[in-house]
């Protein structure tokens, strides 16, 4: 872009973190809806369900908020990576179709009610999946020529594409966990530091994982982090993320309720941290940058305008309605 | 066998957006409906407007929720099947399907919450501005995805690099030649479609004698409602189809099945347009009829096909049929009113077992006109994605097999047929329970749109009834 005044990095900034909001919002809900399927009687599965229920739909928003930044402000990076992520994109929407009716569904149709729980559950974990998926394909890289994407539907399938639908499923599993520890009380909260204890240790092996795989099959990835004195500023990425992981063990383990959660975060932050140092500048990963993928001048600035004025307001009222459902979910009154 | 993605790809969006269409078909008008129950309980404190508002805020939830993840599919279809299309149109069109999603979706997003759940937690008035907001939420909804759809039919204030569309005029682009009236035709289809819905629903639960006062006030005020809107509609339809004519001739050349240009042109009723010889086969026509509707004067010029070249021109048959359908529809629509006006001045409006009946069988006409005209405008759109810019063909993904389509498009059919019958039935099964009657009994507490006692409950309540 010629002008001086590039929007780039404002429209970088605005999808980053757009994504990032989605990835932790929608990632803790369908975590739940994972762990909803480890519920072993009705009491308990009414009590998961109900501490999400008045907040997922505004955290699907994000998902459609995200796409549209994406196709708005790096319309060339959209038009290479949605359809080279052909049918993760088919399995992730059609999962998310299960998993959306059933909230409504499963209270109005208690005939089919088995149906609906399993569309729920179920579908929250392929969403969980196919995500991850797409991330691992994504960091892969895709096939271009010119302005298009020219590799075939199943590239996306790799093995370590599979890991990192794998080590998704464990990682939103550990927000849902911590979710569940900060919402329930008893039993429920039991179960949810176990099944936090068991995903941590998935989502470690995943993060070590790709952490290893990365910088072995890329020599830029390699060189982006090991070369002198990048070693030393980005260094303490992965230090930080082994404290914060223990730390999280600790809290799962303990008494806190609201640890978990944040560990989660946190880690979740530190991973998205380090996958955006190994991929900058790129938003096609090795093959466009942010500033060759960009869309008009005048196409960033007429959506920026509306976009920095709603988005606060998004914020607020969006917190606003996670304030009015706070505190602790019961299951005999709904959730307030 | 070579399986065309173009093709399946136009099947797979036609399947997706034809379910999808329903939806906000029912919800942009009863997110208005709601709210002017909601005001009418507000000014005058009468609980029936409260009983008959409850009562279709569920049917409205249910509704939503459909719409809303049949919905999140649509803008991902850009991408996985029309990715060239995306590339070359995004930097004139992404900024509006993103305005849509900042200032409608989470505007709706946050006030239904408070429209479902919040009537006991929050003033009657902040509820009032509630219902007004999601109503406005449907209609910003509305502005911005046919502010899009209309400049692929009549594109404007743009200039063309390297085969791409860039922005010259935001304003222009926006309210480009055929948006005004492409939104007014179909906001207020949306609104005639809700109201026979309407209409159909208290028709229903006046003859079962369920909640008869709250049916006999919804159906009053819903055809006092539609005795403005179908007029009004006709009127807007005459208008829109003035505007295709100027701005979209081959379009309207199809619909109308004319093949040669020329004056006094006849009003086809019924024909079997044949592509191939250039021809209609057993048509049944109106002479000059056609030149007065279509250009307001006995022997107007209306261009025919064969002014187009062959790989310029609409399918014919498909336009023709579906606009006759919608046309045919809203002409019923029309008679309907008028009868209920004659019903309604011999104060038999409530009474008549005929008329009851006969507003139940058009109850589902509305969507079906809905669908009809959807078909009409897009299938009269093509060979055309962006109309005389860019081709259908050279939109599609260069990356996808038709086996590639062809499963996704079946995945796509097997849910949404899972889905849908399931979200009507759902819906069936709150309007046979009807409104609550009297103010003693105590409504079942909504919260986000999802009853709060524990399923068995409702089982136990329903073993009772």
Redesign the interface.
């Known amino acids: 872009m010629d002008s001086v005044l590039s929007l780039v990095p404002v429209w970088t900034l605005i999808l980053a973190a757009g994504i990032f909001f989605y990835v932790l919002l929608d990632g803790f809900d369908l975590g739940v809806g994972i762990l909803y399927g480890f519920e072993p009687d009705l009491e308990s599965r009414n009590l998961v369900m109900n501490s999400i229920a008045p907040i997922w739909d505004g955290n699907e928003t994000w998902l459609v908020l995200g796409g549209l930044a994406l196709l708005a402000a790096f319309p060339l990076a959209f038009a290479i990576i949605i359809p080279a992520l052909y049918f993760p994109v088919l399995l992730m929407l059609l999962a998310l179709v299960f998993r959306g009716v059933a909230f409504e569904f499963r209270f109005r149709d208690s005939e089919h009610k088995g149906f609906w729980d399993h569309g729920f559950c179920y579908g929250s974990a392929l969403a969980a999946f196919a995500q991850g998926v797409m991330l691992g394909a994504f960091i892969d890289g895709f096939e271009t020529e010119g302005r298009e994407f020219v590799g075939s539907s199943l590239d996306f399938l790799s093995p370590f594409s599979i890991l990192t639908g794998v080590a998704l499923v464990f990682g939103y599993s550990l927000l849902g966990s911590g979710w569940l520890i900060l919402k329930t009380e008893g039993a429920v909260q039991e179960r949810a530091r176990r099944s936090g204890r068991m995903s941590l240790i998935g989502v470690l092996i995943g993060i070590g994982a790709v952490s290893l795989w990365t910088p072995l099959v890329s020599a830029e990835i390699a060189e982006r982090w090991f070369s002198w004195p990048n070693l030393l500023f980005l260094s303490p990425v992965p230090l930080l993320s082994l404290v914060v992981a223990w730390l999280t063990w600790r809290s799962l383990n303990g008494t806190s309720h609201a640890g978990a959660f944040i560990g989660a975060i946190v880690l979740f932050t530190l991973s998205y941290l380090g996958i955006a140092i190994s991929l900058w500048p790129y938003i096609v990963p090795h093959r466009f940058t942010l500033w060759e993928a960009a869309s008009s001048n005048s196409t960033q600035a007429f959506l920026a305008v509306g976009t920095l004025f709603l988005l606060p307001i998004i914020l607020v009222y969006s917190g606003w309605s996670y304030w009015v459902f706070r505190g602790k979910v019961r299951a005999d009154i709904g959730y307030h | 066998m070579e399986l065309d993605p173009v093709f399946l790809s136009r099947l797979q969006f036609a399947w997706l957006i034809a379910f999808h269409i329903l939806m906000p078909a029912l919800t942009v008008g009863l997110a208005s409906f709601i709210a002017v129950l909601e005001g009418l309980h507000f000014f005058t404190r009468r609980e029936i407007y409260l009983r008959i508002s409850t009562f279709w805020i569920k049917i409205f ?2 509704a939503f ?2 719409g ?6 649509m ?2 279809q ?4 029309w ?2 299309y ?2 070359a149109t ?3 069109l ?2 509006l ?3 849509e ?3 409608a ?2 505007l709706e ?2 006030f239904l ?1 408070v429209l479902l ?1 919040g009537r006991k937690l929050v003033p009657p008035g902040a509820h009032f501005v509630a219902a007004l907001m999601v109503a406005f939420g449907t209609l910003l909804s509305s502005f911005w995805i046919l502010a899009a759809n209309s400049w692929m039919q009549t594109p404007a204030g743009y200039e063309i690099i390297d085969g791409r569309f ?2 010259t005029d ?1 304003l222009a682009v926006i309210f480009n030649p055929s948006f005004p009236l492409r939104l007014a035709h179909t906001v207020v289809g949306f609104y005639i479609t809700t109201g026979f819905a309407v209409v159909a629903v208290s028709a229903y639960l006046l003859i079962r004698q369920k909640s008869p006062a709250e049916a006999r006030t919804a159906l009053s005020i819903t055809l006092w409602l539609l005795s403005v809107l179908v007029p009004l509609q006709v009127f807007i339809g005459d208008q829109h189809g003035l505007n295709t004519l100027e701005h979209q001739p081959a379009k309207l050349a199809a619909i109308e099945a004319h093949w040669e240009t020329g004056g006094n042109v006849p009003l086809i009723l019924f024909t079997i347009p044949n592509d191939e010889a250039e021809r209609n086969d057993f048509t049944i026509q109106i002479p000059y009829l056609g030149s007065v509707i279509l250009t307001h004067s006995l022997g107007g010029e209306v261009k025919g096909l064969k002014d187009f070249p062959p790989d310029q021109r609409p399918p014919v048959a498909l336009p023709f049929f579906a606009f006759r359908v919608m046309v045919g529809i809203g002409l019923l629509m029309l008679g309907m009113v008028v009868v209920s006006w004659w019903l309604r001045w011999r104060g038999r409006l409530f009474d008549t077992p005929l008329f009851l009946r006969a507003c139940i069988a058009i109850g589902p006409l509305g969507f079906i006109a809905v669908l009809a005209g959807w078909t009409t405008t897009e299938v009269g759109r093509q060979p055309w994605i962006v109309y005389g810019q860019m081709r259908t063909a050279d939109a599609v ?5 038709g086996w ?1 389509v062809l499963l ?1 498009l079946i ?2 059919v097997i ?1 949404y047929l899972i ?1 849908f019958p ?2 009507a ?2 819906m069936a ?2 309007i046979r329970k009807g409104p609550a009657t009297d103010d003693a009994e105590e409504d079942e ?1 909504i ?6 006692k ?3 409950v ?2 136990h309540a329903k073993g009772e009834a």
Request: hydrophobic letters at 45%.
């Open positions: 939830s249910v929720g459909m809303v993840v049949s919905g999140v599919i803008p991902f850009f991408g996985t099947n990715s060239r995306s590339d995004a930097n004139v992404a900024p399907f993103a305005y999603g900042l200032t979706f989470f997003a946050a919450g759940f860039f922005p935001w993904s260069p990356s996808l097999t590639d996704s995945f796509y849910v889905i399931a979200g039935w759902i099964r709150i507490p919260e986000a749109g999802r009853p709060s524990p399923i068995t409702e089982l």
